[in-house]
Nanobody, 123 residues
Framework: QVQLVESGGGLVQAGGSLKLSCAAS????????MGWFRQAPGKEREFVSI????????AYTDSVKGRFTISRDNAKSTVYLQMNSLKPEDTAVYYC????????????????WGQGTQVTVSS
């Protein structure tokens, strides 16, 4: 099993920044990827960003490109999401996820989910 624990959410004004962290523990994988999904009130959960364990592949949903940056520290088994120029529409619960294999992640649901952390952006 894998445990994912998020931190760093909170309330911020539009234009501000937040940095989310997600620490992973438990079972290890060789070709995994970690990332973030989010769910806004009344909306479906959506993909935000992903990073391969090696750090040589990242992807973002269009609405956050140029504003959000994903990174990882393998020594700490931690993935980060730096969120800049936040907008009210970024308000959501952000979930850390882990794919046991990065192959075809865009066609699969993550294998593991964190509990989520609330991000609220006021206008």
């Amino acid at each position: 099993q894998v445990q994912l624990v998020e931190s760093g959410g909170g309330l911020v004004q539009a234009g501000g920044s937040l940095k989310l962290s997600c620490a992973a523990s438990g079972r290890t994988f060789t070709n995994y990827a970690m990332g973030w999904f989010r769910q806004a009130p009344g909306k479906e959960r959506e993909f935000v960003s992903i990073i391969k364990w090696s750090g040589d592949y990242t992807a973002y949903t269009d609405s956050v490109k140029g504003r959000f940056t994903i990174s990882r520290d393998n020594a700490k088994s931690t993935v980060y999401l730096q969120m800049n120029s936040l907008k009210p529409e970024d308000t959501a619960v952000y979930y850390c996820v882990l794919f046991s294999s990065v192959s075809g992640y865009y066609n699969r649901r993550p294998d593991y989910w964190g509990q989520g952390t609330q991000v609220t952006v006021s206008s």
